[in-house]
Nanobody, 112 residues
Framework: QVQLVESGGGLVQPGGSLRLSCSASGSVFSIYAMAWYRQAPGKQREFVARITSGGDTNYANSVKGRFTISRDNAKNTMYLQMNNLKPDDPAVYYC??????WGQGTQVTVSS
């Protein structure tokens, strides 16, 4: 059974940083592409960033240059380093494996 557990969310001031983690269990981690999505209240869920099994990455235009996705296959963990957080970034952030399995999400709040 695949389990994805996000952590690292919280409250940060505008311009601040957070690092999200996604710990995966239940299957081989290294062979799957992983992604982060987010959903703000009243809005549709949207793509944030993706990393392939080989480490290739792509980002939503809204986060490009500010967010960095990475993975540590030895630890079965994916990360999202978020810098220069803006008022448009608050949302529940979800870890996704191969567009199929979703974690429960972690809340990110940006407020002064």
């Amino acid at each position: 059974q695949v389990q994805l557990v996000e952590s690292g969310g919280g409250l940060v001031q505008p311009g601040g940083s957070l690092r999200l983690s996604c710990s995966a269990s239940g299957s081989v981690f290294s062979i799957y592409a992983m992604a982060w999505y987010r959903q703000a209240p009243g809005k549709q869920r949207e793509f944030v960033a993706r990393i392939t099994s080989g480490g290739d990455t792509n980002y939503a235009n809204s986060v490009k240059g500010r967010f960095t996705i990475s993975r540590d296959n030895a630890k079965n963990t994916m990360y999202l380093q978020m810098n220069n957080l803006k008022p448009d970034d608050p949302a529940v952030y979800y870890c996704v494996r191969a567009d199929t399995y979703w974690g429960q999400g972690t809340q990110v709040t940006v407020s002064s």
